[in-house]
């Protein structure tokens, strides 16, 4: 059975970072691309950075790029998201997000979207004076 966990959101004033961690298991977490992603009150989800399974690869949205950081420990089947320099439209649950099929793709234009078939349960960040 297929299980992510995320962890780590908080309320944090703006300007503060915060540290997400997802922990994966059911299935073998190395050989998948895996996003963070997250869904704002009254939104739809988005996705925010992205991560490949072997090479360190990454991709982020412009909204977040330089602030966010993705990276994975394939050891530990964990993924992690440090975030900088929060902002007020940085208020949402945030979600870890399996790709849709496993494989070696090196590249962004190669990767597999995220499968909302396999996500956890979402952990809020909420960024508020």
């Known amino acids: 059975e297929v299980e992510l966990v995320e962890s780590g959101g908080d309320l944090v004033q703006p300007g503060g970072s915060l540290r997400l961690s997802c922990s994966a298991s059911g299935f073998a977490f190395d050989t998948y691309w895996m996003y963070w992603a997250r869904q704002a009150s009254g939104k739809g989800l988005e996705w925010v950075a992205a991560?490949?399974?072997?090479?360190?690869?990454?991709q982020y949205v412009d909204s977040v790029k330089s602030r966010f950081t993705i990276s994975r420990d394939n050891a530990k089947a964990t993924m992690y998201l440090q975030m900088d320099n929060l902002k007020p439209e940085d208020t949402a649950v945030y979600y870890c997000?399996?790709?849709?099929?496993?494989?070696?793709?090196?590249?962004?234009?190669?990767?597999?979207?995220?499968?909302?078939?396999?996500w956890g349960q979402g952990t809020q960040v909420t960024v508020s004076s």
């Open positions: 997000i399996r790709a849709a099929r496993s494989g070696y793709d090196s590249s962004w234009t190669s990767a597999p979207r995220p499968d909302r078939n396999y």
């Open positions: 991560i490949n399974n072997f090479d360190g690869t990454t």
